[in-house]
């Protein structure tokens, strides 16, 4: 016989999983779609990606690890998303999420630490058609979040990262 909280925690996990938020901008799976790989090196890091005007009603792409979601994902053996990138990562690490998106888009990214909620931060790219880019959250110097944006190629056999130039902060319509 199931014990009664191991049952309400079963009965809950579809519900949890399948609730899945809309992507504030266009997710794309044609060819020409730009791909992002993102990826959270801080302890309880937490990424957001932002419609292309306003950086509300966004979505939450990496959060905390220890967070109930992530467990009952985790229970349920589902995997972090991939989509197939250069130099694919360990399809079972949740710091490392992968989309495709419709190039031309404006890719709007808010970043920071779960505790006590310092370290905020965010950037902003274009994503240019058939290019896979690979953001990475870290924290430098102490108390302030950074990403790296790359992008990904394969020259000779070797895949090379190079740092993303046209890049900006978010400046979000609804800060103005």
Known sequence: MISKPKAVLAALIPFLLSASPDVPIQVSHD???AKIRFIDKL????IDLYPEDDCNNGINLIRDRTTLVDALKSFAEEKPKRVDMIDPP????WTVVENSFKAGQTINLGMGRQRFRHCLGGVSFVAAP???YEVTLFEQPPGK???NVTILTVK???VHRTPLR????VICK???
């Open 130 to 132: 058939s290019t896979q």
């Open 156 to 158: 000779d056999g070797a």
């Open 145 to 147: 979040c950074t990403a």
């Open 43 to 46: 302890d309880h890091g937490w």
């Open 31 to 33: 060819l020409d779609a």
């Open 174 to 176: 609804s800060a103005n």
């Open 166 to 169: 046209d890049r900006r902060r």
């Open 90 to 93: 360990d399809a079972t690490d």
